[in-house]
């Protein structure tokens, strides 16, 4: 990404390389607190347990999409034993909308109608799970799921074959618990509901001073009354930390 010079000038004399405090989704500058690792660990859990449904529930800017990225990259990189679908944004209005954005997803041919479809779905788990496949279905901003597209979620989870044939980890906004909560056949169904919240001081500070270790420079650009400010004024979001260090070089 190109600075100005006056910006680049200032990165230069905080002895920095490169700016640390872009929004670009660069993964050498994640920093995941030990809540985030628990997240991700008790995540691959549920997938690689074969338990069907978990949830992360968390506010804009805390890391929900970081793992579910990270999960992403995770399982794509084992093609023997998993197959991945991660949607960006599962703002579906129905049932079928979800059914065929995860059958293309997954290649699989159009069929004509909603049966059909549902068929060719079946018989792809079924064949992936003789071979010894996992499939992980990972949904983003699952909190803009029409009401009637959790009839996808529920119908994925109770096809099995003595195993859960399809994992699926949805990431939302709080308001993914309302959704759930009025359908209790699905969130019957939850294994796993998992929360993450906003960063504490300490991590506040370790969050800054991973970025400008990847950066190039050792210590922190913060004293510690700077980090209490920053601190205060993001309230540990950690999408609000980057944007708010940003403005102080």
């Given amino acids: 990404m190109a600075f100005s010079p006056k910006r680049q000038e200032q990165i230069s004399k905080l002895g920095?390389?490169?700016?640390?405090?872009?929004?670009?989704?660069?993964?050498?500058?994640?920093?995941?607190?030990?809540?985030?690792?628990?997240?991700?660990?008790?995540?691959?859990?549920?997938?690689?347990?074969?338990?069907?449904?978990?949830?992360?529930?968390?506010?804009?800017?805390?890391?929900?999409?970081?793992?579910?990225?990270?999960?992403?990259?995770?399982?794509?990189?084992q093609p023997d034993a998993y197959r991945v679908v991660y949607v960006h944004s599962a703002g579906w209005e129905s049932e079928y909308a979800g059914l065929l954005e995860i059958t293309s997803a997954l290649k699989l041919p159009r069929r004509k109608g909603s049966t059909a479809q549902w068929n060719e779905l079946d018989g792809?788990?079924?064949?992936?799970?003789?071979?010894?496949r996992n499939i992980v279905l990972i949904l983003d901003d699952g909190q803009l799921m029409?009401?009637?597209?959790?009839?996808?979620?529920?119908?994925?989870?109770?096809?099995?074959?003595?195993?859960?044939?399809?994992?699926?980890?949805?990431?939302?906004?709080?308001e993914i618990r309302y959704l759930f909560d009025a359908h209790p056949e699905v969130r019957s169904r939850v294994d796993s509901w998992l929360e993450i919240q906003p960063l504490d001081l300490p991590d506040t500070a370790k969050l800054i001073l991973h970025?400008?270790?990847v950066a190039g420079r050792e210590n922190t650009i913060l004293s510690r009354d700077g980090v209490v400010e920053v601190y205060g004024a993001s309230r540990g979001v950690p999408r609000e930390i980057v944007s708010v260090c940003s403005k102080l070089i």
């Fill in 124 to 132: 792809f788990l079924v064949e992936e799970h003789r071979r010894g």
């Fill in 16 to 77: 920095l390389l490169e700016d640390p405090f872009t929004t670009s989704a660069d993964p050498r500058f994640m920093y995941l607190s030990e809540q985030h690792a628990q997240v991700m660990h008790e995540a691959r859990d549920v997938v690689e347990a074969f338990r069907g449904l978990a949830v992360v529930e968390g506010s804009l800017g805390v890391g929900k999409s970081t793992i579910a990225r990270s999960l992403d990259n995770i399982y794509r990189d």
């Fill in 146 to 174: 029409a009401p009637r597209s959790m009839r996808l979620i529920h119908r994925l989870y109770n096809f099995d074959l003595q195993r859960k044939l399809a994992q699926i980890v949805v990431f939302g906004q709080p």
């Fill in 211 to 213: 970025r400008c270790r």
